[in-house]
T-cell receptor
Framework: DTAVSQTPKYLVTQMGNDKSIKCEQN?????MYWYKQDSKKFLKIMFS???????INETVPNRFSPKSPDKAHLNLHINSLELGDSAVYFC????????????FGPGTRLTVL | DAKTTQPNSMESNEEEPVHLPCNHS???????IHWYRQLPSQGPEYVIH?????VNNRMASLAIAEDRKSSTLILHRATLRDAAVYYC?????????WGAGNNRKLIWGLGTSLGVNP
């Protein structure tokens, strides 16, 4: 019974393409997140949604657009992919706030060629 | 700014205890101290958290200094499966800062890479 799931696990695509990553949590949590882990292994928060409302929006290019159709889902759409977007993207959720325990998905490794 | 520090790496032998330190000298009075770990090619997973008192669970123990400026994650008997990067949150060495409008910025530090020798 996977708590936080993401698809796809791997994504290889060409520069300039548009792609989406999906995330679902079955924990009944109110808040979901997208993180980016780059090649240097820093884990940076990109977005956070609480009950379908955007509450954290870090300095991320507007080519990245999160969408939350309901509080159990948070998808990430990326337009015009660039080489620098290559990274591992993690979805996470927590009960209410950023300081609550976070539960992470398995990650999506995005490679832009 | 809240700042934390963790050693970059530590080594342990299998079945020996491991003490992973974290200094968080400017932690806020209401911030919980969370520890997560990230096994190779996996997402971070929750290990333990606490506020003031020491905590135990099936994975580890957390010892929190009386002044809350430091904490130690204790793995009582390290196994090969415990080899991972351990993160202490509030994160370090990069600051956890408050942005405008109560919007916290969160960048996890590099954590401590724990190697376990058979």
């Amino acid at each position: 019974d996977t708590a936080v799931s993401q698809t796809p696990k791997y994504l290889v695509t060409q520069m300039g393409n548009d792609k989406s990553i999906k995330c679902e949590q079955n924990l009944g949590h109110d808040t979901m997140y997208w993180y980016k882990q780059d090649s240097k292994k820093f884990l940076k928060i990109m977005f956070s949604y609480n009950n379908k409302e955007l509450i954290i929006n870090e300095t991320v290019p507007n080519r990245f657009s999160p969408k939350s159709p309901d509080k159990a889902h948070l998808n990430l759409h990326i337009n015009s992919l660039e080489l620098g977007d290559s990274a591992v993207y993690f979805c996470a959720s927590s009960l209410r706030t950023l300081t609550d325990t976070q539960y992470f998905g398995p990650g999506t490794r995005l490679t832009v060629l | 700014d809240a700042k934390t520090t963790q050693p970059n790496s530590m080594e342990s032998n299998e079945e020996e205890p491991v003490h992973l330190p974290c200094n968080h000298s400017t932690i806020s009075g209401t911030d919980y101290i969370h520890w997560y770990r990230q096994l190779p090619s996996q997402g971070p997973e929750y290990v333990i958290h606490g506020l003031t008192s020491n905590v135990n669970n099936r994975m580890a123990s957390l010892a929190i200094a009386e002044d809350r400026k430091s904490s130690t994650l204790i793995l009582h008997r390290a196994t090969l499966r415990d080899a991972a990067v351990y993160y202490c949150i509030p994160p370090g060495p990069i600051s956890l800062t408050w942005g405008a409008g109560n919007n916290r910025k969160l960048i996890w530090g590099l954590g401590t890479s724990l190697g376990v020798n058979p």
